[in-house]
């Protein structure tokens, strides 16, 4: 199981997974025309017509075969992660393998050795409940990994009126840690703030 703390919405909120991820396509990239590899679909449709497809089941693991490394979907700049520590953006948006959870939730995500209905209502043979429960309450004290904002922090400190450039390097790091490894003096007035990446591109600004 993976667990990050992320932001989603400006609430505070914990991603999890099984961490199965040679078995992920993402919600779009499930298919009934025989994507997995093996010829075999990864989704039935049992809509009314073909406008309906609300009424769906996203196959089991043990109906389906590998899922490709990159399943031709992303959200913003990010596609499926290989091997992660953390959840990404597709992870916590286009992953049909993992769940949003709020303060005070029980921390439970999809169970694919099960078929996963949509509209379970529609289906007799459809197990309920669907979710693998961890038993957990999320709450502050959850143990979870926290995505890497960056790799550096630069600052713009402008001291008797000269502008001069301080750097911390720490890979990976949270912004906490390398802001804490940062030494301001005081009379220093920061004037500027940059997140770098691993390239030295800022990828994020803020005025102090």
């Known amino acids: ?88 953006k597709w992870c916590v948006r286009e992953c049909e393998r993992s769940n949003i959870i709020e303060p005070g939730q029980r921390i439970t995500y999809p169970d694919f050795s099960k078929r996963q209905y949509n509209m379970p209502s529609n289906h007799p043979e459809a197990e309920v409940p669907q979710d693998f429960d961890t038993g957990e309450i999320f709450t502050k004290n959850t143990v979870a990994s926290v995505r890497p904002l960056g790799v550096a922090v630069r600052l713009i400190v402008n001291i008797d009126g000269v502008e001069y450039v301080q750097e ?34 800022v990828i994020r600004t803020g005025e102090a």
């Open 168 to 201: 911390n390097i720490a890979n990976p790091a949270t912004a906490e840690t390398v802001f804490a490894n940062l030494e301001i003096e005081a009379g220093d007035i920061v004037t500027r703030i940059e997140l770098l990446d691993a390239d030295g591109n």
């Open 1 to 88: 199981m993976l667990k990050t703390r992320i932001t989603y919405f400006g609430q505070k909120c914990l991603a999890v997974c099984d961490r199965q991820c040679l078995k992920a396509w993402g919600t779009h990239g499930r298919s009934d025309k025989g994507t997995d590899g093996d010829g075999l679909p990864t989704i039935l449709y049992f809509g009314r017509d073909e406008d309906d497809f609300d009424d769906t089941v996203m196959l089991a693991d043990s109906e389906v075969g590998i899922a490709p490394q990159d399943p031709g979907t992303y959200e913003g700049d990010e596609g499926k992660p290989e091997f992660p520590t953390y959840h990404n």
